[in-house]
């Protein structure tokens, strides 16, 4: 800790420039977890250094990803409990990555709040922590900015940035897709970190008991059931793409099936979704209900139990199957690649 370092002045301000310090001493356990053999630079630098191995990748192609948790935050607050939105952070972006194959290499986190309190920035950061070892990149750098009148003093916001890399031949795109192909979808934990303006206003948060345990639920109460971080599917779908030729992915984020799938799908083909196919967690059941939302809108806003899905071959959907269950996901089939103008069918 840099102990000559204090401004009264800025601390009259709002700004506590120790209080960063502070928060990053309480973070650096937490960092260290994530480290892998590239990173080259230590926590407090101007920038992070990582050195790339391209062993076995003959065209490296970096891929980018960045990403918020959105008004998801807004649970943490209310449910005071701020160590798990970095792993929703985490999740928004290297599940975009992994979308064309690429390995997450590191990732950036950054935090705007109303005061820094250093115990509820490392909590976040050990959030980001734990995403980052799920999917197996390192964090070598952030920022924490504390802007009083700006931000309320007991509120933050909260994106990150990732890099992965992917051999160029090893890309995953959706020039091979063809009628026939098998639509297996990788179920989610829950509402993720997207359609919480929706939620939120379902539930009405900020006014109703969010604490009471619901029987719906399996017991758990609406705060803890929405404040389940997002999956993260990195490693099941490298091990996949290691021994399977995967034609398209999509990551199920705002804009549910209807705005998401479509993207992996080529012009001239449509994505034919079993609607009986989907196994549909009952947090969903419990907006719609509550909510008076149409089917249409559900499937239209969340990812309705599915996070991501992944498009094969019909004769290596068994095999993908097999794989991703060994690496920890129930996968399973809801649909078929059919020849449309139509992106999406869900019937």
Do not use: W
Not at 81 to 87: L, Q, S
Not at 93 to 118: Q, S
Not at 167 to 175: L, Y
Not at 237 to 242: F, G, H, R, S, V
Request: negative net charge; charged residues 25%; glycine residues 12%.
């Amino acid at each position: 800790m840099n102990n000559k370092s204090k401004s009264d002045s800025y601390a009259a301000a709002g700004v506590d420039i120790t209080a960063g310090y502070k928060a990053v001493e309480l973070m650096k356990k937490h960092i260290a977890k994530t480290m892998t053999s590239g990173v080259c630079s230590g926590v407090g630098g101007f920038g992070g250094l990582f050195e790339l191995d391209l062993t076995g990748i003959t065209r490296p192609v970096l891929v980018s990803g960045t990403d918020g948790v959105g008004t998801k935050l807004k649970l943490a607050f209310l449910m005071d409990k701020h160590d798990t939105v970095g792993i929703d952070c985490v999740a928004m972006c290297v599940n975009d990555v992994i979308c064309v194959g690429a390995k997450p290499l590191f990732f950036l986190d950054y935090i705007a709040c109303g005061k820094n309190v250093p115990e509820r920035i490392a909590d976040i950061v050990k959030g980001v922590c734990e995403g980052c070892v799920q999917s197996g990149a390192a964090l070598i750098g952030g920022e924490t900015a504390e802007m009083p009148g700006f931000y309320p003093i007991d509120e933050y916001d909260l994106a990150g940035y990732c890099t992965g890399v992917v051999d160029k031949d090893r890309i995953i795109d959706n020039t091979k897709m063809k009628e026939g192909d098998v639509i297996i979808a990788l179920p989610s934990s829950g509402v993720h970190s997207n359609g919480f303006s929706l939620v939120r206003k379902v539930f009405d948060v900020e006014n109703a008991d969010i604490r009471t345990p619901v029987a719906e639920l399996g017991g758990k109460s609406v705060g803890e059931t929405l404040l389940t971080p997002t999956k993260i599917y990195v490693k099941p779908i490298l091990a996949l793409t290691e021994k399977v030729e995967v034609k398209g992915i999509s990551h199920i984020t705002g804009g549910g099936f209807y705005e998401n799938i479509p993207r992996s799908i080529p012009d001239g083909l449509g994505a034919k979704v079993q609607k009986s196919a989907v196994r549909i967690l009952p947090i969903f059941d419990l907006i719609a209900q509550k909510g008076g939302i149409s089917e249409r809108d559900m499937f239209n806003t969340f990812n309705m139990g599915v996070g991501m899905c992944v498009i094969v071959a019909k004769e290596a959907a068994d095999k993908a199957l097999e794989i991703l269950r060994e690496n920890g996901e129930d996968a399973y089939v809801i649909g078929e690649i059919v020849k449309s103008d139509e992106k999406i069918t869900i019937c």
